[in-house]
Each structure stands twice: as C-alpha cells, then as structure tokens.
C-alpha cells in the first residue's frame, strides 16, 4: 500500500520570502501526485496535481511542485509568500492502477509571518 | 455551481444520542468518501463508496455507519457517539479514476458531550 509523509508538520515563514514544504511517498507501482490547501475554518481545495509528463507541475495562487521520481518525492514551492497563504497543506498519492482509496499526509502548517 | 454540501456545519450533542451528518454533492459523481480530522492525525478515512450501494470501510470505520442509496448523497450515521468522536468531520466526491481530484465539503465540527 502507498503511504505518505510530510516532513514538517509547521513552517513559519516570513512575508515574501520562499517557502519549500516537503513530501516524500513509498509505493512500488506508479502513483498520481497531489497537493490540497485547507484555509481557516474551510474544506480542501486542490492546489494542484501530477499525472503523468511534464515533472514540474504548476498550480493556483503561484505554486509549484516537482514529481522527483528517483527520490520518490514531489515537494510544493513558493518563491514569494503572502499573508494570504497561511493555510494547511496535505499531500496526497493515489495509485495509477486506481484500487485504492486516495491516502494523504498528516499535513503542513505554513504560518506567514508580516 | 458544482459543490459538495455538508450539514450541519456545527453539532453538539451528547453521549449515545444518535445522529446523522448529511453530505450531497452535484457532479454526479461516483465515488464519494468521509474524512474526520484531527490535530496532529491529518485526515483519516472512514468509509467511502465506489457508487450506489457500494460502500466499503476506511481507516477508522468503528462507531460509523454510511448508505449510497442515491448517487448524490452519502450520509455518515452515529448510532452511539462517544466523545471520541469529537472532531471535525469532511464529506468529498470525485469521479472514477485514480487521476480524478476530491472536491471537499466546508466541515462538520461535531462535538460530543
């Protein structure tokens, strides 16, 4: 089965500055890659997702993430943080096959700092 | 506008009381899941359903009950909430596929006296 890990469960940062929050996944057969941001007191909406191609995946609100296959990885960056993205993020992995239910991390707390 | 609809938002009720979460979605998508969430345990699975009456449990299905009788609604049942159960409680739909993304409801904060 897939598993999913996020390395840091917060991440203060300053206004403006980059950010790299971290996820790693273990699965043996090939994977679709996802990233969910939760704003205060809201659902989950999909940032954004790699399927297949291109490694480096674009999403809303000016993130980015690489799939790293090799490193079994699929990190999400900013380079240039706002107040307003002060939210938990998930990383997710599902499996291509598709017998299996979408498994998520524990989450990032990214805190933007004024 | 395409969305997945939770109700209630808040619930508090009290040991052993049942009761019963209703989620609905427009998409008219197959799969539907539930998630509770909690601090430091991200989000776990409780039930989820391939498509009408098909329902199989998840992570953390002891004390939850769930029926597809129709396509866009999925319930999640409480028999006999315990304080346990305290936590904030998502509703999500996707379409087949591994590729299709979740489309998540707004939350219901329940919580169990």
């Known amino acids: 089965a897939q598993s999913v890990t996020q390395l840091d469960s917060q991440v203060p940062v300053f206004e403006e500055a980059p950010v790299e929050l971290r996820c790693n996944y273990s699965s043996s057969v090939s994977v679709y890659l996802f990233w969910y941001v939760q704003y205060p007191n809201q659902g989950l909406q999909l940032l954004l997702k790699?399927?297949?191609?291109?490694?480096l995946v674009k999403g809303i609100n000016g993130f980015e993430a690489e799939f790293n296959k090799s490193q079994t990885s699929f990190h999400l960056r900013k380079p240039s943080v706002h107040i307003s993205d002060t939210a938990e993020y998930f990383c997710a992995v599902s499996l291509v096959s598709g017998n299996t239910p979408l498994v998520f991390g524990k989450g990032t707390r990214l805190s933007v700092i004024a | 506008e395409a969305q997945v609809t939770q109700n209630p938002r808040y619930l508090i009720t009290v040991t052993g009381k049942k009761l019963t979460v209703t989620c609905s979605q427009n998409m008219n998508h197959e799969y539907m899941s539930w998630y509770r969430q909690d601090p430091g345990l991200g989000l776990r699975q409780i039930y989820y359903?391939?498509?009408?009456?098909?329902?199989d449990k998840g992570d953390v299905p002891e004390g939850y009950k769930v029926s597809r009788k129709e396509k866009r609604n999925f319930p999640l049942i409480l028999e006999s909430p315990s304080p346990n159960q305290t936590s904030l409680y998502f509703c999500a739909s996707s379409g087949t596929g591994a590729n299709s993304p979740l489309h998540f409801g707004n939350g219901t904060r329940l919580t169990v006296t």
């Open positions: 359903s391939m498509n009408v009456e098909v329902t």
């Open positions: 790699y399927l297949s191609g291109s490694t």
